[in-house]
C-alpha cells in the first residue's frame, strides 16, 4: 500500500489493524504515524492509549499480548513497535526471540481494539518470508521512500504555502539545495523563514542565503555550482567563508573531487540511459542533488571532467608534499577551473 492510499484510509475512518514502515524517509515515517496518532487517539487518552515498544529489547510475543489486551480507559489503542529487523534480511544482533508464526496467526484475526505500526529502518524488506508476503498479501506494508526531484519541490512549495508564505524564483531549489533535501532540515528551515518574512510574504534566494545554514559538504556543492555557472566572485566569498571556519584546505580540495566525480557517474549513468532516480540509488546521492549534477556535468565533455580529477590528485599530491602552499593550490585551481 502506497503512503497516500493508507493516510486516505486512515482520514476516512478505515484504519488497518496492522501497518509495517519501512524505507529510508525517516521523517515522512513520523509524520504518518502521528498522522495515525492524531486520527485515532483523543489528545486526553493518549497517556493510556499509546503504548511504544523496542523489538531489539522486547519480544514480539510480548507486543501481540499487549495488542490483544483490552484498553484500559480508552476506547482503542496504538502499538508502536520500533527496529523490527526481522522483517529485512539483516543479521539482528539481539539475543531477543521473536516468534514469527505468532504474528501470521494474529494477522487472520488481529484485535478490533488495536493498531499496530511496526518500524523498520531499512530500505527493503525480506519477501521471502512468510510474514512479509502475508502483510504484503493484507496491504499492511508502506514503504517512505525518498523524494525524487520534482516531488521534493512540490513537497517544499506545499510546505511554504501552508506557512503562509512563497518563494520566489530559484529560493525553493537553492533552499532545497542548503539543506541536502533532507526533510528534517527543509521543515524546520521553512519554520525559521516563515517566521522572518511573515504571513503572506515572500522567500527570495537573498532570504535563503541570509537565514539557512550549510555544512561544509553543501557549502562546497555551491561552490561548484557557481564556478559552472561563472560566478566566480561568489564562488571565492565561500571559499573564503569556508577557510575562515578553519577547514582544512586538503579537506575542501577533497570534497571538490568528489563532485567532480559524482558529475562524471552521473554523465556515464545518463549516457546508459538511467533515470535520476536510478542515478540516485546507483550512487548513493539525493535525487535533487542528481538533478543538480546532471545539470552541472552538461557543462562539460567526460574527457574534461576526467582531465580534472587528475588535476585535483596533482593538486593533493602537491598539498600534502608541501610543494605549494594550500589556500594558493586551491585558489589557482579554480581559477584555472572557470578560465
Not at 149 to 165: D, H, I, N
Request: aromatic share 8%; net charge negative; hydrophobic share 45%.
Amino acid at each position: 500500500m502506497d503512503v497516500k492510499k493508507a493516510l486516505r484510509d486512515i482520514q476516512a475512518g478505515r484504519p488497518a489493524p496492522v501497518y509495517l514502515c519501512y524505507g529510508p524517509e525517516k521523517y515522512k515515517m513520523r509524520e504518518f504515524i502521528q498522522v495515525l496518532s492524531e486520527s485515532l487517539i483523543e489528545p486526553e487518552h493518549r497517556e493510556f492509549a499509546v503504548s511504544k515498544f523496542d523489538l531489539s529489547e522486547i519480544s514480539l510475543s510480548a507486543v501481540l499480548e499487549d495488542a490483544e489486551t483490552l484498553p484500559f480507559m480508552v476506547p482503542q489503542k496504538l502499538i508502536i513497535a520500533t527496529n523490527a529487523l526481522f522483517f529485512t534480511g539483516a543479521k539482528e544482533s539481539t539475543k531477543v526471540e521473536h516468534h514469527l508464526d505468532r504474528l501470521i496467526d494474529y494477522l487472520k484475526s488481529p484485535a478490533e481494539h488495536t493498531i499496530i505500526v511496526f518500524t523498520v529502518d531499512a530500505d527493503k524488506l525480506d519477501e521471502r518470508k512468510k510474514v512479509v508476503k502475508s502483510l504484503k498479501e493484507r496491504e499492511a506494508a508502506v514503504p517512505f521512500l525518498t523524494l525524487n526531484a520534482e516531488e521534493l519541490q512540490q513537497w517544499v512549495a506545499q510546505r511554504a504555502q501552508k506557512s503562509g508564505f512563497s518563494f520566489t524564483e530559484g529560493a525553493a531549489d537553492q533552499l532545497i539545495l542548503y539543506t541536502g533535501g533532507n526533510l528534517q532540515s527543509l521543515s524546520a528551515e521553512i519554520e525559521k523563514i516563515s517566521l522572518y518574512v511573515g504571513d503572506g510574504g515572500t522567500a527570495s534566494p537573498d532570504t535563503i542565503d541570509q537565514l539557512v545554514s550549510r555544512s561544509t559538504e553543501q557549502n562546497v556543492f555551491i561552490l561548484i555550482e557557481d564556478i559552472v555557472n561563472l560566478r566566480l566572485e561568489r564562488a571565492f566569498v565561500i571559499l573564503e567563508e569556508l577557510l575562515k571556519q578553519r577547514e582544512e584546505p586538503i579537506k575542501i580540495a577533497a570534497l571538490i573531487a568528489r563532485q567532480f566525480r559524482i558529475m562524471l557517474q552521473v554523465k556515464e549513468l545518463s549516457k546508459m540511459g538511467y533515470s535520476q532516480q536510478q542515478m540516485a540509488s546507483q550512487i548513493g546521492l539525493h535525487p535533487f542533488a542528481v538533478k543538480v549534477a546532471e545539470g552541472q556535468s552538461r557543462k562539460y565533455e567526460s574527457d574534461k571532467l576526467c582531465a580534472i580529477m587528475s588535476q585535483l590528485a596533482d593538486l593533493d599530491f602537491q598539498m600534502k608534499s608541501g610543494k605549494i602552499d594550500k589556500v594558493l593550490g586551491l585558489e589557482m585551481f579554480l581559477l584555472r577551473l572557470a578560465a
